[in-house]
């Protein structure tokens, strides 16, 4: 049974940081692509970041790039999210998705086959 278990979330003032994290189970995470998104109230679930099964490819959405970045640790099954230089539209809850192979594009949700339950992240202006 694959897991995917975020922590991490919480509150922040604009422009501190936090530093999410995805601890999975029951998959091969060394060959597994690996995404966050978000969703706000009342707003589409939305692409943050990406990085691929190898951890040398990694892609931001331009909201976010030079504030977030994503890396992976396959000796500990975790991938992260650092969010620095948070703003009050960051607020959402953010979720970890995993890609494995075949690998679609990992722009889009719909190729994410397993997700976590997702952390609130709330930024106070």
């Known amino acids: 049974q694959v897991q995917l278990v975020e922590s991490g979330g919480g509150l922040v003032q604009t422009g501190g940081s936090l530093s999410l994290s995805c601890t999975t189970s029951?998959?091969?995470?060394?060959?597994?692509?690996m995404g966050w998104f978000r969703q706000a109230p009342g707003k589409e679930r939305e692409f943050v970041a990406a990085i691929d099964w190898t951890g040398s490819v990694r892609d931001l959405a331009d909201s976010v790039k030079g504030r977030f970045n994503i890396f992976r640790d396959n000796a500990k099954n975790t991938v992260y999210l650092q969010m620095n230089s948070l703003k009050p539209e960051d607020t959402a809850v953010y979720f970890c998705a995993a890609n494995p192979p075949p690998y679609g594009s990992r722009w889009y949700a719909s190729s994410y086959d397993y997700w976590g339950q997702g952390t609130q992240v709330t930024v106070s202006s």
């Open positions: 029951g998959l091969t995470f060394s060959r597994t692509a």
